[in-house]
């Protein structure tokens, strides 16, 4: 995680939130646009916070937008703050439920399921790791 210094205060700080869908044992990555920011990296899909929302509303409603799955919030996992250079991401990372729907890619160009042993094989974006630590701590913790 990169160190946020007194220059960091300067940029915009956006909220955001990730949802890490469980689903027969494995979890969903998605992978970015190319164009997009931190284009081709691969994360656990999710997006801003709206004004009036819960970070958990908002999980649910970006994962409708993007996945056009309903999804239910679970258990928090880790928050995560970066600075990209332009702004600053804290991102706060969630256990989410797959309630129904099936997958569409409206924001991403691909995704995949994986173990959580095989989520280092993927290049994430930064702010995603800490979640990824944390998702490894549970998954031992029930072990």
Known sequence: ???LSSASQDKPEILVVA???EKE???L???RFEHASQGGLWEFPGGK???GETPEQALERELQEELAIETETGD???DSVFDYGDKVIRLRGFVSHWRSGE???HSHQDAVWVEDSQMTAYQLCPADYPIVDALGVKNRAKD
């Open 1 to 3: 995680m990169t160190d």
């Open 19 to 21: 949802g890490v869908i």
């Open 25 to 27: 044992g494995k979890y």
């Open 29 to 31: 990555l998605a992978q």
């Open 49 to 51: 916070v709206e004004a």
């Open 76 to 78: 928090w996992l880790a």
């Open 103 to 105: 997958l569409a890619l």
